[in-house]
């Protein structure tokens, strides 16, 4: 009976053994991801996109870790034995990538999840440790373990330094604000918004580079105890190698020791080949950033003394001095209760503060090691490409030198954030975030809009925001919904394409050019209008235009159905405003509701045709009999681009905003979203350079309603003129 039962309670185990080796595989894949994006982007310390400290990769460690942590499983064959091995170094591997995502995370988040990454941690510290304790009569020599207790020790190490580095974070992006904020006041030119294309790919530049040197996880990535874990990282990995080894030594072959017996059945084998994939790939990472740490300290300021090289800067104990000298909780009234709190938090954050000073010194003894080995062999790499890297660099120059001005002449370094204690950057890493910059602004440029572009060399002025809409039309309200930059192009747009007579390929190239500038419209209202006064004004442009370019709908009216009526342009000019007027005239008559007495709470459609209703008759009124049809598709066209011109003056406001992301974390990807916007608008931005913009401050030039008031004038037929 016994052994029956045994039996159905082992049956499942090879399906939850390929549970585990799902998880391993997602966790690998993750890390696989990691490595490939930081050598696709030229980013050798390898950047945590995809594997990060979160919950979910946590939780997935978590069911990884499952044939590590079963203390019913025996280690007495070698198959069990080498996955308990790989499971821990694979959870240590995992860990080592870790560190540098810290960076990106808020001091909340970092808590929480450091928190659950210890208690992850030390659960399977002490599992491993409870059941080489009580199996300790039965183990084989000691050498059978070992690499079991390195791995333990190894991880136990591994989660120290993560939490060391998650101490330092705070006060490192401290540091790199103040010293942004900074930089900013001193470089004045980013402070207007620049509208030369040559100053505007100057100022991106220098943005990007203190973006790119001033990343958290590049300043961890960098930092001695990162590149100490990265170090512990590659031994854990060479462990396991070494692991592999014995195991197949000890059954006289590969073949009998793939045959060997465990519990988890078939799928043992696939969680061993799944760990061991997870921990190659997942060592890359740690193995590039401690090269990388090294380079710099190489090319760096070696020859500084020991005792320089040994002083542990203030940003690595501020966090905890600071939680020490902190006053005690009010909420304890007893003196003496308060007295010996305060001490016993003393004591204990003094230990903490030894042991921080400790573990940096040590790191730093290991970089000093570590650059005084490998010195000779970077020295040897370095003559060898020292032609080579001369000459693309030269080659470089030359090929950019237009665009940087000065080509290598402009002085960088003011730009690159470095920590106190830290080394130098080499010119060549210099280079390689330079040129990262100029691919960012060169994937934009390929995603140019041609169509927009066609469409705004239309455009000679700005009078079309004036013109569009004349102040003549009678109102349906007593007041008018206020404008966005959207809404007008989209309704003129809407006539445009509803006018008969008008060649099929012309109407089809204006719906193209109105959805790419529609799309940077949106851009430019995201981040302009903070207040969202005019979200339901842009919503039911959204919502209209939609229809017209899926379907060439106003409101499900066929705007072509008119040129196969042939119909003319006068009297679709009326059909269309008398729509509009109707909608807007039967919305009032149902509807009592106080807050419809403010334009700005009517449905989308009801605005959409309360615009309708004024273009259409401001057009129509100023309709000259003796004017074709193509003729005044044009002359909406050149409307059109009009205030697509007005608004996109906008643009290097928008690219100068997104410098200034508030969050240290976000801006790197803020100042990439700035350089693939500047590449994309390129071109409009050297069309309006042309241009003379009106005087406007930055606040009213954001607002199509403010273009109005100045350019309004008493005319009485707008489209006239």
């Not at 198959?79 to 091995?85: A, F, N, R, S």
């Not at 072509?560 to 009297?571: D, M």
Request: hydrophobic share 45%; charged share 20%; proline share 3%.
């Amino acid at each position: 009976m016994d052994t029956r039962i045994q039996e159905q309670l082992e049956a499942p185990m090879p399906w939850i053994g390929m549970y585990i080796a799902a998880a391993s595989l997602v966790c690998s894949l993750a890390m696989a991801a990691d490595a490939f994006n930081g050598f696709r982007s030229k980013r050798l310390w390898f950047p945590c996109k995809y594997f990060s400290l979160s919950a979910t990769s946590l939780t997935l460690l978590a069911v990884s870790m499952k044939f590590s942590v079963d203390i019913t499983s025996t280690i007495f064959t070698n198959i069990d034995w080498l996955v308990k091995v790989s499971s821990l170094i694979f959870m240590t591997v995992s860990t080592g990538n870790f560190v540098s995502s810290l960076g990106c995370m808020n001091d909340k988040e970092m808590l929480t999840n450091v928190v659950a990454l210890g208690i992850l941690v030390i659960t399977i510290v002490v599992n491993v440790w409870i059941q080489l304790f009580q199996l300790k009569p039965f183990l084989p020599p000691i050498f059978m373990v070992s690499e079991m207790l390195f791995a333990t020790v190894f991880m136990l190490v591994l989660l120290v330094a993560l939490v060391s580095c998650a101490i330092t974070i705070p006060t490192t992006k401290r540091c790199v604000e103040s010293r942004y904020k900074e930089t900013q006041k001193l470089d004045q030119r980013e402070e207007q918004a620049i509208f030369n294309i040559d100053e505007q790919r100057e100022a991106a530049i220098r943005h990007w580079l203190m973006a790119e040197t001033g990343s958290p996880q590049f300043v961890i990535a960098r930092s001695a105890v990162c590149t100490f874990a990265s170090a512990i990282s590659m031994v854990a990995a060479l462990t396991l190698v070494e692991a592999y080894v014995q195991a197949i030594s000890r059954n006289e072959g590969a073949i009998s020791f793939w045959k060997a017996y465990s519990v988890y059945g078939w799928s043992t084998k696939w969680i061993l080949l799944v760990q061991s994939f997870g921990v190659a790939v997942g060592a890359i990472s740690p193995t590039f950033r401690w090269f990388l740490a090294v380079s710099f300290k190489c090319s760096g300021n070696f020859r500084k003394s020991f005792k320089k090289e040994f002083k542990v800067e203030s940003y690595w104990i501020q966090r905890l001095v600071d939680w020490r000298d902190s006053y005690p909780s009010s909420q304890i009234r007893h003196h003496k209760c308060r007295k010996y709190l305060y001490c016993a938090k003393s004591t204990i954050l003094n230990f903490f503060i030894g042991v921080q000073i400790v573990l940096v010194r040590i790191s730093r003894l290991h970089v000093r090691v570590s650059t005084s080995l490998m010195c000779p062999l970077f020295a040897c790499f370095s003559l060898v490409n020292k032609s080579e890297n001369l000459f693309k660099v030269w080659n470089s120059n030359n090929r950019n030198g237009s665009e940087l001005g000065d080509g290598t002449e402009i002085d960088l370094s003011r730009y690159v954030f470095l920590l106190e204690g830290e080394s130098e950057l080499p010119r060549k890493t210099i280079m390689n975030i330079y040129h990262r910059a100029d691919k960012a602004m060169q994937r934009g440029e390929k995603l140019q809009p041609e169509n927009l572009v066609n469409l705004l060399q239309n455009s000679n002025d700005f009078r079309g925001v004036k013109d569009f809409d004349s102040s003549l039309i009678p109102s349906l309200h007593f007041q008018e919904p206020p404008n966005c930059w959207s809404l007008p192009v989209v309704t003129l747009a809407s006539i445009a394409v509803s006018l008969p007579n008008v060649a099929n390929h012309k109407a089809k190239q204006l719906v193209q050019s109105v959805s790419e500038g529609l799309s940077l419209v949106k851009l430019i209202d995201n981040n302009l209008d903070t207040n969202g006064e005019l979200l339901r004004v842009q919503n039911a442009a959204a919502t209209i235009w939609l229809g017209v370019e899926l379907f060439c709908k106003w409101q499900d009216k066929n705007l072509r159905e008119t040129s196969i009526k042939g119909k003319n342009s006068k009297e679709v000019l009326h059909e269309l405003s008398g729509k509009a007027e109707m909608i807007v005239l039967d919305f009032k008559k149902d509807v009592n509701d106080l807050l419809m007495e403010n334009p700005v709470n009517w449905p989308a459609k009801v605005i959409a045709a309360n615009s309708m209703y004024r273009i259409s008759r401001t057009v129509c009124d100023g309709f000259d009999y003796e004017t074709d049809d193509e003729a005044l598709f044009d002359r909406l066209t050149v409307v059109i681009a009009d205030i697509f011109a007005a608004c996109f003056t906008n643009l290097a406001r928008v690219i100068t905003a997104k410098y200034r992301s508030n969050a240290v974390e976000e801006r790197e990807k803020s100042v990439g979203e700035a350089l693939h916007l500047l590449g994309k608008t390129r071109r409009i931005i050297e069309l309006l350079q042309h241009h003379e913009v009106p005087f406007l401050d930055r606040d009213r030039a954001a607002c199509i309603e403010d273009w109005r008031a100045l350019f309004l004038q008493d005319i009485e037929n707008p489209l006239d003129q």
